[in-house]
């Protein structure tokens, strides 16, 4: 259910399953710092691109909607690639130290740092403070407005890895966390909120209900035997329905973010921009028809597939930003 995702093969000393077995944590990075990188997923791209996406769209959409670009906008967009590699370092640390009894009853996840004894619970808080500290360090180059929200996003971030304890919807709360930077970055370049970013966000949450979803069915023997809950769990045999219904609510709100964004832009650029949720939405519709919920490493790759999905209203936003 966390972000960590690779090839799941395990050669290296200290090599977790489903990560990049010759990721450049492996091969280059000091010995002593490795277990601290693995528990950040350094070795797993894929959570820091879909922490990373939701802020570009937010700040494409926001430069559509002003009709603006400048160089701080380019700050921003490198800000938030930055932001989201050491955010989202420290909350897979956070979700590490308080995950660490689930993780070591888990196949796939009791090799991490913490339950294997790599790296003790000390140890993962400091190293969780000192990324904290480096993403609020570049938050504050912001607007202020942006910097009251990124504050206020710790709270999804603080409450998600104890959801799937209380919920069967975990992943709700994954979305509210991994999606912020919708608003964050909207608000970053525009100064303020506005319904685009709310719209959105909400089509953001709802493709990580989505793409986490199948994530989440690699895991469901192991979920259902220590009493974990997820959106796999609750819906089983009908997940392509939920799948079907997450994927419409993501094309649709995007589709309405856009229109809302893009009113006092010319027809033609509101045109391409409206391509950015179409084109999503054929990407989803390819991991439905794929979706295999015995197919373990199909299920990771169709999760990581999910860059690619993110990418596609960048690429958009971007030309009718041109127009």
């Known amino acids: 259910m966390t972000q960590d995702h690779g090839m799941p093969e395990a050669t290296p000393q200290g090599h977790i399953p ?23 997923r350094a070795d797993a791209p894929i959570g820091t691109w879909l922490l990373l ?16 670009a400048s160089l701080h906008d380019a700050w921003i967009a490198i800000g938030c690639a930055l932001g989201a590699f050491f955010m989202r370092g420290a909350g897979c ?14 196949e796939r996840t009791r090799n991490r740092p913490i339950p294997a004894g790599q790296v003790g619970v000390r140890a993962a808080l400091i190293w969780m403070a000192l990324q904290s500290l480096i993403s609020l360090c570049i938050l504050l180059t912001f607007h202020p407005n942006a910097v009251l929200l990124g504050v206020a996003s710790l709270i999804p971030v603080a409450i998600y890895p104890f959801a799937k304890r209380f919920t069967w919807w975990p992943q709700v709360f994954l979305g509210l966390a991994f999606n912020w930077g919708a608003l964050l970055a909207w608000t970053a370049h525009t100064g303020s909120l506005g319904w685009p970013a709310v719209a959105l966000y909400l089509s953001g949450i709802a493709w990580t ?39 419409v609510a ?13 009113l006092n832009a010319n027809a033609l650029a509101l045109v391409v921009a409206l391509g950015g949720p179409w084109a999503m939405g054929w990407h989803l519709a390819w991991q439905l028809r794929t ?23 960048v690429l958009f936003f971007a030309i009718a930003l041109w127009l």
């Open 209 to 247: 209900l989505f793409y986490d979803t199948i994530y989440a069915h690699q895991d469901a023997e192991d979920d259902a035997l220590i009493g974990v809950k997820s959106t796999a769990r609750l819906f089983g045999d009908k997940t392509p329905t939920a799948l079907r219904l997450f994927m």
């Open 291 to 313: 979706f295999d919920a015995d197919d373990g490493p199909g299920l990771l790759r169709l999760f990581r597939s999910n860059r690619n999905a993110g990418l596609l209203p």
């Open 250 to 262: 993501t094309v649709v709100l995007m589709g309405v973010a856009v229109v809302l964004a893009g």
């Open 93 to 106: 640390t956070w979700n590490d130290i308080t995950d660490r009894d689930i993780d070591a009853g888990v």
């Open 18 to 40: 489903d990560r990049f077995k010759d990721s450049w944590v492996n091969t280059w990075a000091p010995e002593a710092t490795r277990p601290f990188l693995r528990l950040s």
């Open 53 to 68: 996406l939701p802020c570009w769209w937010g700040l494409a959409l926001g430069m559509l909607h002003t009709g603006t």
